[in-house]
Each structure stands twice: as structure tokens, then as C-alpha cells.
């Protein structure tokens, strides 16, 4: 049992809970101002592509990841372009993003990179003055900047939302946009600004993926993680060190599955799919209440007829 | 209170109007620093509008609004806070899930990335809040405080902006007597520090007990502005019936039309209700124990400002929201907690108040609405083969018998006009003699001819053996179309008026609580 | 707005609107546009062989289209689709190669309804948790569908592999349990005809019986329906559960009609394209079946452009095609449906 729960198969939790995560704030932001971003997938998978492109382009990992971010914000503002402007219903503008995102990436990588060259990604940062902190300094000692992030993101983004006037507007516009107005707040501008961020942070968590570890895009990359970052966002009671917590807890659930691959955990065999699937099965359970309730903003993707 | 006292708020000639409605025609205001200036009115009248008006909520379509004799155009309530001026409306503004610290901070004009003022914010509210009575833990969430205390804060965050000029909506609509004891002393506090209070009510006990002058509103008019009394704590000058008989109106002579009277046609009650509470909810004051009998034959009429418990009675008759105490009995059948089906089956028929809400579906064409409750029985066919020619049969009886203006039976619903469409929804549920029948503003929105002609199908029906029971805002139908008149004021059922009580005088007063009902 | 325009002539005018905007990528990547869009036609129908491909595309894709469609109409929005699909299509199979000795209607049949049942529960389950607990069945339904994924998975690697094989597969199905084929010569199986007959019974349900009368009301005005003395929560599950059942069945026709045994990720989303077909399809039964034919065209089509056209235009244009319809759609349609 012990050579299973080695400090390795921590730090790899780490690194699969990151795009996780960095998402998972994404959607934290738009959710909190009310409005629902199912596009998280497609704009992750964007970011991963047009991180990847622009790297390979311009020759540099960071300047890979800016584009990237661009591009979710892009994705972002044409949702929140629909949703506002439009009134359309936020979940059938979500699933565009992703199809459009789906169709694009692979549209432009079979037309435009033959054979997909590697990129020059994000070097992982030494860090060695952690290495004599026990514990901490096994795990974090030879990390990519975006493990970094992960863990720290979540404490900026959760004193923006609770210390500040900004973070208690949006905040008020997530649950209730007509008393928000009442109250002189510019719900719109709110809206819009949060959901091009959360673009961005979804296609930060893909830049992770293409330009962190292999240094290429490859065709659906994202894989389904831009969903579990909305059930960690669920999972976390749409808070941001819940959600961090969430999808640390998913990442480690990968990680062990990953090790495991069929082979006995406490004398028994589990499946790696029985632990795959943890994360979505327990976010039925946490949305259905039978563990306390997790209740989401109230105005969240309401569409508004008018003033 | 002098002639000398500057005015603080003018509004002058203020002119809405809402789609066909002329919600505020040639309003002028003038209130004096330091005075509690009560606005009075029925449902309608336009008293929420014109305050909205002056808080900024919406602008006027014609007519100025001065503040210590400026000109002023408030583009939203956080503008008109910033000049001074602060409402606290019917709708609590307070975000529940925000904490009370929150709410109170939410309106402040602080930079975006600064930090919360929590410490600054929370020391001059406990100040505050001392003040007015109000204890309160900061970091609870809004929404688990009592309506009081909610009440409370909302006035904290005005006081906290200093605001100078205070209205308040209806405030007393759901709190218990003597926390509205206490409000009234805060108000009293108020005018004496200096501050200008505008209080809109329907109560016309606390016109006479509280305010220093007061402005009368009718259909969207000025009717009277009358001083109250000369100094604070003076008897009022004038009296509740005067005051109410301004409200609703003189008696005067009902429009060309004899009143529709029946008659019963049993003894034994169609419709019997003990007891029915529902809790309050918001805004609305909610059922509190009431009791009544309808009987074949005859038209029951309920009257009463709106928030009075109307909405929870019709929910709970139908079926809608379950009453916490209390029963209902239709034909000597405990249908208390029995679903919406259940009734329908036994032949209650519901007219909906909002039949964009609850009467109809829009996107569906005439016919298709003609059976909505109606769907089950065997007149449109089968479980397994619904007519729908044989709905448009059914759309083209009520378009005829009501003489509903339609291109066609098979029509989109949403092309008719919003009389036409009231006409279907009435139609609906009269084309057969029902059992009983729940009405609520069943004439909202239409014309003379269409009201007369809704009333005489009404009648006609109970005539036949129906039943009904008429909500309405409209103190004239109720004269002319209900036997007995039940009035509902604060949550109960205080009188139930028939023969020589049944005048508009009498109800208008029973409705603003003038006078003490015989059951209250 | 008519049905009519609702349902043909607006969409018509917002697909030829998105085809423009893809020959605009199109040209934009540096392929000639027009030689894009003509092979892209040819591919669709016109060449031989076209026709029938393009209507096996169709049948998938008018399932899943029905699935998605019956839960708007009920106020249910079923991204679940997917997952209802692989489950339903791996219960099938399981029936086509476990159990023997049925004559072959019968085999085949009881391989659907099999389907259709496994599909079923794992729409009602949403469902139920919608009306009862108020679960948004859009994060449950998507949250099933990785469930799903991931139990279809276990099951075709594990428990029911096929032996003889190295592919995570399950063994052959029965020939018992084979869906007979239409055309001669091609892959098309009667499987259309079952998408056909479900779209005209859906059709028929909802138009001409109580229950799809109040169902259209609940997902139009729960309120209103509520005091029309229809069971709300009732509606709500059932939808969800009868969208599931054509999920289901969608999955159990391509593996009895098209593979005869059921492999892993057999499914190239067919699902998630469901919500394009119901959403262009206006939600009408009638509607979807020319959805599913545009789109099962579209992609026919686009396969043959990719390799006739050079350089040669992405066949996954299509999918941003989908997405632009579903943008505009979303604009100008989907008001006052809460998320």
C-alpha cells in the first residue's frame, strides 16, 4: 500500500488538478455574476490550440499562454454577447462555444500543421529553496508556474470576491441584477468583463495542457476536464478555495487511477473507471442535495425580458 | 408646522403613463421639512409610481421634481441617495444571501479594487442602529432576519447615507402591531431631527394617528391634499370616513346598469372555508384564519387593498399553495390539501388575476388555451386522440357567445388584445355552468360593453346553479355584480357586507381599516 | 410566426447564412470557396453512393435530434443524449451476442426495447432528481453522460470483451439480432424507417394525445399548466425518461443496423449533435427529420470535400457550421427559457 501513496503520486495529483482548477475559477467568476459558462470546454480547448499555434509561431511558451488567454476572452465575450445582448439562453450559447471551439481547433490544426510540431512550452521552475520544507517541498520543488498558480489563484480570487467593492458587486449582480441596477451597479459591464475572464482562465488551464508537459496540441485535448472544472465549481459550493479544493480532490481521484491502473487498493480491485467517475457521481450527489444543499447564485442564468 | 417651513420635495405636474394605463396624471406634491406627509389611495391610484418617480427608479413623463427648491432628475435610486433622498419600498431591496454588512455597503460609491469598508461601515451602523432599536448581527445573512429587522436595515442604509428626505411604502403591510409601534415612534424621531418623511399607506389609522398632512390619490389624480394636524401629537382634524369616502370616491350613481342580484338557491353552502391561514410571504400579509360560506346561487365578492391575503385565498381555494391551518369544503368534500385536478374534476373553475402568468400559454393559439384545464374531459376527444378541431369548435362558442375580437379560432394567442384575451380566459370557464366558479379581476382590461356582458355570464351561471367568488380591485364591480361583499384587510377577513351595508363608503372604509369590521 | 416559418423557413435562412460564413473560413484558410462548396454538395448527394450515406448519418442523428426535442418541448434541456446513446447501444449488444436462441424478430426486438430501457433510466434518473430535489438537469445529464462513458467502457474492456479480439469490443451480435438492410449494397439498415416511425409517432403524441398536450404545456408555462391541474414533477420525469428511451434507441439501431457489436467510442458525438438537430429542427418531430438529413448530408459531404479539394478543407467544418446555426438560433430564438 505504501508504494502506491508516494510523495510522486502527490505531486502528480498537483499537476492533473491544475487545468482543473484554473478553469474552475473561470467558472466561478461568470457563475458568480450570474451568468452560466458551459463553454468552459470549448474555451479551454481553444486556449490549448491557439497557445500551442502561437508558440510555435513566436517561438515562446509565455507569449504561447498570452494568446491563448486572448482567445478564451474572445470565446468569453461572444457569450456574454449572446447571453446579454441576445438574451439568449446561456446554456445553448455554452455548448456553441464548445462546438465552435471543437470544429475550429481541429478545422485549423488538419489545415494549417500537417505534421503538429512541437512548441516551446513553459518550463517548470526549480524552486529549490523549497526543497527542505518537508512535505511542501517534495511537492512543489520541480513544479510548472501553473501548478504555482493553481494554488495561489484561488486566495487572490477569493479576496477579490469577498474584500472588495468590486468582488461584492459582482457578487450582488449574481443574485439579484434587478436590485443590483436598484442600487446604481452596472450589471451588464459586470457580466461581460467576468465571463471574458473566465474565458481566459479556461484557456490558461488549456495552454497548461499543450504547453506544459508535451508541448503540442493534439485533437480534443481538453478531454471532458472543462466539465469536471464546472462540477468542481459545484462540488466547491461556488466558492474558490472550495473549488480548488474539489478539484484537487478530482486530480488526486486521476492520479490514483492512473497508478492503480487495476491493481488492488486495499485488497481490492478497483476499477480505474469506478474512480474516473467519482467526480461526476458525487457532483449528482452534492446537486441533489443528499449532502447538504449546493446552492448556486440566484439570478444565475436567468434571462431577462427587458428592464 | 407653519407656512413658513421651507419645502423640501416638489413634485410637480408629474404626468406616467404605463402602455394604456395614465398611472400618474398631473400630480403636484409639495411637502415641508420636518412634516410626516402621508399619500393615500386605492390600488391604482398611483401612489407606488409617483414615489418611484422621486427616488429615481423611472422618470416622469412630463412634469419636474425639485429638491429644496433645485431642479432635479434622478437617473437611478443611487443618484437620488447621493442627493439625500432615500425609499424604502413594498419589494425589500436587500439581497438575502448577502450579509447585512454587505447589503448595507452594497450601494457605496467606493473604488472597484478597494477594500470593503467593513470595520468603518459597521461601527457608524451600530451607532445607527442603536438609534432606531435594531440589533442585528452584521454578518448573518440578510434574508434570515425578521421582516422587522429587515425593515430596519433598510432604513439603516438610508440613514447611513444621511438621507434627509425618507419614504416609505406601505411599511406596516407586514409587521406585527407592535413593532409598527415602534415604527411610528422612529418616524416621529425622524421629523423632529429635522428629516422629511413621505409614508404611502392604505391604513387610515395611521394617517389619523402619525401624519402632519395628507395627500389624497385617486385613479392616478390628486383628489385632496388636507393638513392632518397643526403640531405633532395634536387630534386630527379630520375624520377616517371623510377621508376614505375621498379615497373611493362619492357614492354617486352606478353607470346605466341595475345591479345583477340573485338569490340562493340552497341552504346548504357550495363552498365552505374555516379557519384557512396561509403564512405571510415578502410583502403579502398572507391568510390569517379566515372564514366563509358561498352558496349556490350566489356572487361572493372579496375587496381589499392589494397585499391583503386575496392572492393566498385564490392560491388556496385552488389548490396552488397548501394552508397551514384551516379547511375547505366544497359540497361537504374536504379538498383542503387536494391537488389543482382534483378540483377541476369537481368542477371549480379558476379565472386567473395574471393570465399571462398563470391564465394562458402564449405561444399557443386560441383554440389550444380554450381547452387549458380542460383537457381530461371527454368534450376534446380521447386520451389518445385529442381533437383539435373540436378545440377550435370550443374557442369559436366563447369567441361567439363572448363576442371575442379573433382572426381566427386557430389564431396565435398573443394576437389578440389583452381585453380579447381576458375574454377567453373568462370564456373558458363560464361556457358551462360550473361548480364554482374563482375569479380574479375577471374584467381587468376590458371595456364597458365586455365588462357588462362578463358580469351578466356570471350571473346567468349562478342563476343556473353556480357559484362564484369575485376578487377585485374594482370597488364598482363588486357593487354591481356581488350579493354579499367579504373584505379582507391585513390578512383577515374583518366584515362581510350585503343589502344597505353594501355601499362603496362603507367597503372603501373596511378596506382601509377606518373602521373595525364586525368579525375583526 | 407560423409553425411553418418556425420551423422551415427560418432555418433554412439561418443554415444558408451559416454555410456563407464557413465559405468565408473556407476561403479565408486558403482553399478556393466555391470548388469547397460544390464537392461539398456533390459529396452530400449527388455523387453515387452519396444518398445512401448521408441518410445512414440520418439516423443517428434524427434520434438523438427527437431525444433533445421531446425534453424542450418539455422544459428539459437533455444534454444527457450522449450518454443514453452508449448505454442504450451496449445494453443491445449485449442482448445480440448473450442471448440465443430467439427467431429473429423477436431477437431484434427485444435487443431494442432493451435499448430503449437502459436509456430510459438513465434519462429518468436526471429527471428525477429535477423534480424532485430540483437538480439542473443540464450538470446532471452532462454528469451521467461521463458515467455513462466510463461504465460503457469497464464493461466492453472487462466483463463483456469480445475473446477473439484485442479492441475493446464486444463479441459480434447474433444474426438473429441484426436490423435487416434497406438498400442493397449499402450499410443503410431499416433503422431509418424506425427513426421515421419514432419521429411520426412522437408527432402524433404530441399533437393528438392528453399526455403531449400537457407535456407542450408544461415546458411552455409550468404555471399556467400547474393550475390546469397537470402534474408538473410527473411531466418532468417522464420527458426525461422517454427522451432517454430515444437516446437509447438511437444507440441500439446503430449497433444492430450498422456494427453489429458494440466497441468502445463507436460514437462520434452523435449525442451532442442531437442538440444542433433539435435546436434547428424547431423542436418538431417533423422539423428534425430535416435537420438530421441537413446535417447527416453536411457531414457525408464534407468527408468527400476533405478529399477532393486542395489543399484540402477540413471536414470538421461542419461542426462550426453547427455552431454558427446554434448561435444564431440561440440570438434570435431561445428567450424565456430559464438556463
Redo the contacts between chains.
Sequence with gaps: MGEVFDIELFRSALRLATPLALAAMGGILSERSGVVNIGLEGQMLMGAFVGWAAAVALGNGWLGVLCGMLAGALLGFLHALLTQRFRANHVVSGMAVNLLAAGLTVFLLRRFFAMPPGASGVPEWSLQWLQPIPLLGGLLSRQSPFVVLMLVLPFVLHGLLYHTMWGLRVRAAGESARKSRLAGIDVAAIRYRCVMWSGALAALAGTYLSLSQLNVFTEGMSAGKGFIALAAVIFGRWTPLGATAAALGFGFLDALQQRLQGETLFGVRVPSEVLLSLPYLLTIIALAGLVGRSIPPEDLGKQEEGE | MSNDTPVVVHMENICKRFGAVQANNHITVSVRQGTIHAIVGENGAGKTTLMNILYGVFPPDSGAVYLYAQPVRFRSPAEALQAGVGMVSQHYALIPRLSVLENLMLSGEGASFSRLPRSQVRVRAQELAEVIGLQADWYAPAGSLSVSQQQKVEILKLLLRDARVLVFDEPTAVLPPADAEAFFALLHRFAEEGRTVLLVTHKLQEVLEHADEVTVLRAGEVVATLPVREKPAAPPQVDARTLARLIVGEEGVLPEEEMLQGKRLSDQPRLRVEGLTVPPVRSRAGLKGVSLQVYPGEVFGIAGVDGSGQAELIDALMGLVPPTQGHIWLDGEDVTHAPPAVRLRKGVRYIAEDRHLRGAILEWSVAENAALGLQREDRFGSRFSLSFARMKEFAQRIIHRFAVRAPAADAPFSALSGGNQQKVVVGRALMETPALLIAGQPTRGLDAASTRAVHHAIRDACGQGACALVVSFDLDELLTLCDRVGVLFDGRLVDVVAGERKRREEIGALMVGAVKGGRA | MTTAWRTVVLPAVVFVVAVLVAAV?IAL??SPPLPALAAWWEGAVSAPGALPESLLNTTPLLFTGLAVAIGLLAGQ?N?GVEGQLLVGALASAWVGFAVSGLPAPVHVVLALLAGALTGAIWGWVPGI?KAW?G??E???T???N??AI??T??LVT?VWKDPNSMSPQTPEALPSAWLPTLVEGTRLSVGLLIALATALILWYLL????????L??VG??P??A??????VSRVIWTSMAISGAIGGLAGAVEVLGVHHRYYDQFSPGYG?DG??VA?LGNNHPLGAVLAAFVFGAMKNGAVYMQSVTV????R?????????I??F????R??????
Design positions: 473560413v484558410s486558403g434541456f444534454i432528481l430535489r437538480a439542473h443540464v450538470i446532471t452532462i454528469m451521467m461521463y458515467i466510463y461504465l467502457q469497464y472487462r399533437k393528438r394525445t392528453v399526455w403531449g398536450y400537457e407542450r404545456a411552455a408555462n404555471e399556467a400547474r393550475a390546469a391541474g397537470i402534474q451532442f442538440i444542433a435546436l489543399p484540402a478543407v477540413p470538421e467544418i461542419t461542426t462550426v457550421v453547427q455552431a454558427v446554434i448561435f438560433l440561440a440570438a434570435m431561445f428567450r424565456q427559457r430559464g438556463g
